[in-house]
């Protein structure tokens, strides 16, 4: 009888143990992510104030007002499609996506605005990951932000990591600068 006890304890641990590996993205329906930080590698001055900084939010306050869109296809999975909404700097009003300079001067006028970085995305379950294809409309242009190449997702606390590149005109010149963004989703969000 003892034997049969713990047989059964055994396997209800099991049992217990393989359901937590068992679980999903959740991703069933169209959402929105809000950032809610974004932490770079090192400290970066990019508002040009004389102080370096790690959260870039800080660093460029536009940053607090974007997020991420997720818009699922019921039919074609290859149809999914996501819109990271990101900040490219502009500078001295020129047109968006021109180079930047390579040297940086305090006459220089730079202002960072959102914009609409579309992509086809994979729910790869895993990786718990959202795997980054191909633009939805190819453009030649002079992104300083780099594709990403995957998403993490985290369902149990429904957040989503970026981690992510992009070229800034720093005081000493072009630096690349390596950032992890953390979006939460908004449940209260209604899609379209």
């Known amino acids: 009888m003892k034997r049969h006890i713990l047989t059964l304890l055994s396997l209800i641990v099991i049992c217990a143990s ?3 590996d068992k679980a999903t993205l959740d991703i069933t329906s169209d959402a929105k992510y809000i950032l809610k930080s974004v932490e770079s590698n090192s400290p ?12 870039l939010m800080e660093e460029i306050p536009v940053l607090r007002d974007l ?8 039919e074609k999975t290859e149809n999914h499609y996501i819109n990271i909404l990101w900040v490219e700097p502009r500078v001295d ?27 086809y995305f994979d729910i790869e379950e895993s990786t718990k990951s959202l795997k ?13 932000l780099e594709q990403p190449q995957s998403l993490e997702v ?15 005109l720093t005081i000493s ?18 899609a379209p």
Do not use: M, W
Not at 67 to 74: C, E, N, R, S
Not at 132 to 144: D, E, F, L, P, Y
């Open 18 to 20: 393989c359901k937590k």
């Open 44 to 55: 970066v001055d990019l508002n040009y104030d004389g102080t370096s900084n790690r959260n």
């Open 67 to 74: 997020g991420i869109f997720l818009t699922l296809d019921k």
């Open 93 to 119: 009003d020129e047109v968006l996506f021109s180079h930047l300079p390579e040297i940086y001067s305090p006459d220089l006028s730079i202002e960072y605005l959102p914009v609409d970085n579309q992509y």
């Open 132 to 144: 980054i294809g191909s633009r939805i409309v190819a453009i030649q242009s002079n992104h300083t």
């Open 154 to 168: 985290n369902s149990r606390n429904q957040t989503i990591v970026f981690r992510g590149r992009q070229k800034f």
């Open 173 to 190: 010149g072009i630096s690349t600068i390596s950032f992890t963004a953390i979006y939460q989703k908004d449940t209260s969000y209604i």
